[in-house]
């Protein structure tokens, strides 16, 4: 009963949002005077072919993945209350030396890939970490730290890309990294289509994927069934509560900040290592702060992330049918936009809900201690989450 | 505190959306390139149509050559925006080719890492791409519609030392890039060359690889405000949408500044930035975009080569609206000529 009811709260707050969210969406299209059930009808079209079809899960899910290891760093540092907005910078300084490094070395295949992950994640983990060191030594805050860093990085990494790392040539108006020799490149999965009796899309289904489904197990399990976990989350709720049962905070945000880093690090490696070969100045940029709506959508755990990133994905595959059927793509962002703030909004009803609930309900007991109803350090679904995994 | 920026962020997400790309696309839906047809795809830079400047200058010529050649520009036309972060070009150019738009035409040299290959995977579609060279691409359907921005920059710094009373200038420039990197060098050997000596004060508004310096008005404007104060009298800016605030900087300094791409002393927003745009160094990309059009519908493409527009076609010149340089327009006349004659070599790079 209790548990039923728990799903039901925790579904309906996202459910909610994305009705929400529709219905704006759908006055704004009204508004610029075009028929709704078009964008509909463009958003769930895949196309009239298989190999269409299949072509539109390859855009879906290749947009997914990067946008999920964004979600996924972002969501880490939230769950113990740490607003990684650096994200951005970090993933961008790691792109730009894997890139580099990747370039430079000739290893076998496996070990090629494996050494440009491990640089990409230990950059951004570096990244991150001067972050925690700034907060816990001087206290300053990570949100004005890491958005600072974000400009440092954006130059450096230019620095970089037009100095010492530079390999296209002089005059060429697109700057490049030297492109990484095949054995750092990262196999397609198109043979996936085959097994399961698809048609071969044009376009090839990054191989990354498979990582970002063992990072996003790896960082469930840690969350979830380890002691550090558990002092994440703790620290996460209640700073003070955990230090005085023994948790060094200090220490956690430090080794919380290097962990999201290190996820940060690899979001452009399905890019990198899957379709460009090199780190330029095209690189796709912004999915840093993408990845902090990801996460909000995804209230902060792995599985709600992994759907949040292919709704997300899903929208912005429509942003290029949506032009051929005179809708202006910018409906996509729309539409994102107002999920996200509904979220956040819906979140913040389900809680004062459920606490009502337990003010005047009875046989509460056995139930998970609602929320005391203070605004928490942590953003909108942190609190509830962790409550709840706590309780259960 | 943590929260409210989250909520900040997301409320900013939503805002930034409607404020975005109000692209009005045209065209139909239904595949085209039927027998004889002309149906054009267009693929814009960021930023996409309305941009006061490189994409509108696009779709222009687009326009142009299809009312020329009888079609219909609602009907015949495609334009496609990329998204924010530009990770969809590639579906951009494959599904216009898909679709059956013939040619499609790649607005800005982001284009230019996926189109070659694009390109070689539709080899019945003609592709185009402005501002990248193409011929060692070794593509046959592809053609580069490339600029001697140099040239029309060298002419501007002509112009501003013959009229600058302190011996002082300044460039300012969007993003720090190649393509840019053209206008500097240009506008600084011009200069040099009139006035051996001159002081030209250089500022970039983003580093390479972020995009952000061409619509960043108050950037332009604090950089030229500075130059001004410097002592500069005429500012040169090749910065998109961030000239705004070199002009509005000219004003107040009461100084003069030199526009771009376009005739800015035409679409200037108001008379007092009237009075300062001095001159605009013009690329006509509507020009070049024209007549690809036109050679491609009457089958006159070469292919796999680039088309180059420069002073000697009048794909490049100066601007003379406001006649603030009819004075000097003889010197000017006389640098071209020597340009053209190939008398004077125009440096590419600063």
Known sequence: MTALRRIGTSLAAPALAVVVALVITTLVILAIGQNPM??????????????????????????????????????????????????????????????????????????HILLIMVVAMAVGA????????????????????????????????????????????EGAAIITTTDIPESGRFPALNGLFDAIGLAQPRGQLFGFLIVAVVVGIVISVLLKRTRFGFDLRATGLSPSAATASGIDARAMVVKTMLISGAVAGLIGLPDLLGRTYHFGTEFTAGLGFLGIAVALLGRNSPLGIAFAALLFAFLDRAA???????????????????????????????????????????GQASAPAPDDGATGTGPAGTRIDARQEAGA | MTKAAALLLAGGLALSACASDEEGSSGSGSNGGGEGDLKVGVAYDTGGRGDKSFNDSAIAGVEAAVEALGGDVKEDIQELSPNDDGSDRGELLTQLAENGFNPVIAVGFAYGDIIGDI?????????????????????????????????????????????????????????????????????????????????????????????????????????????????????????????????????EAGQRAIGVDSDQYLSATSPEQQAVIMTSMLKRVDNAVESYITDFSEGDLQGGTDILSDLETGGIDLSTSGGFIDDIQSVIDDWRQQIVDGEVEVPTTP
Do not use: C
């Open chain 2, 119 to 251: 390109a070689a995977d539709y080899p019945e579609t003609q592709f185009a791409i402005v501002d990248t060279s193409v011929e060692e691409m070794g593509v046959d359907n592809l053609t580069g519609l490339i600029f001697a921005e140099e040239e029309g920059s060298f002419l501007a710094g002509v112009a501003a030392a013959s009229k600058s009373a302190t011996g002082h200038i300044g460039f300012v420039g969007g993003q720090e890039s190649p393509l840019i990197g053209k206008f500097e060098a240009g506008y600084k050997a011009g200069a040099e060359a009139v006035k051996p000596g001159i002081i030209v004060d250089v500022k970039y508004l983003s580093p390479a690889g972020d995009p952000s310096g061409f619509g960043d008005s108050e950037g332009g404007k604090v950089a030229a405000q500075g130059m001004y104060q410097a002592g500069a009298d005429i500012v040169f800016h090749a910065a998109g949408g961030s000239g705004e605030g070199v002009f509005e900087a000219a004003v």
């Open chain 1, 126 to 169: 570096i990244w991150a970490g001067i972050v925690a060191v700034l907060k816990v030594t001087r206290g300053v805050s990570e949100v004005i730290s890491s958005i600072m860093l974000n400009f440092i990085a954006l130059g450096t990494a230019s620095w970089l890309l037009t100095g010492p790392l530079r390999g296209s040539e």
């Open chain 1, 320 to 362: 290029v049918p949506l032009q051929f059927a005179d809708i202006p793509a910018s409906v996509v962002t729309i539409i994102q936009g107002t999920i996200v703030l509904s979220v956040v909004i819906a979140n913040e009803i389900a809680r004062q809900v459920s606490r009502r609930r337990a003010e005047h309900g009875t």
């Open chain 1, 38 to 111: 078009t964008a509909l009808q463009v958003l769930l079209d895949f196309g009239d072919t298989p190999a269409q079809q299949t072509q539109a899960i390859v855009v879906i899910l290749n947009r997914a993945v990067p946008l999920f290891l964004a979600g996924l760093a972002v969501s880490v540092a939230f769950r113990m209350g740490l607003f990684n907005i650096g994200v951005e910078g970090q993933y961008r300084m790691a792109t730009v030396v894997a890139a580099g490094v990747g370039a430079a070395v000739v290893l076998p295949a496996p070990l």
